[in-house]
Nanobody, 115 residues
Framework: QVQLVEAGGGLVQPGGSLRLSCAHS????????MGWFRQAAGKQREWVAT???????HYQDFVKGRFIISRDSAKNMVYLQMTSLELEDTAVYYC?????????WGQGTQVTVSS
């Protein structure tokens, strides 16, 4: 069964940090690159970061130097360490395969950056 479960979001002040996690199950994820995406209220979902099966990573410019994506393939987990959070980072964060999101979207995890 293909499943994505995101967790770790919350309310944080500007400049704060959060670590998101994504548990994925199902053969569709085997040997595939994974990514984090986000969707702010009233906006389209956008890609944030990618990690392939070798550990190569790629980031959107607006998170470079602030976010780090990692994975533990043995545990079927993907993580997003977010630091120096800004108001504009407020969104629901999702994970899925990259470059194309092949799985049904999970429920996401809400990240709210507010003072």
């Amino acid at each position: 069964q293909v499943q994505l479960v995101e967790a770790g979001g919350g309310l944080v002040q500007p400049g704060g940090s959060l670590r998101l996690s994504c548990a994925h199950s199902g053969s569709i994820f085997s040997n595939r690159a994974m990514g984090w995406f986000r969707q702010a209220a009233g906006k389209q979902r956008e890609w944030v970061a990618t990690i392939d099966r070798t550990g190569w990573t790629h980031y959107q410019d607006f998170v470079k130097g602030r976010f780090i994506i990692s994975r533990d393939s043995a545990k079927n987990m993907v993580y997003l360490q977010m630091t120096s959070l800004e108001l504009e980072d407020t969104a629901v964060y999702y994970c899925n395969t990259r470059p194309l999101p092949l799985a049904s979207w999970g429920q996401g995890t809400q990240v709210t950056v507010s003072s």
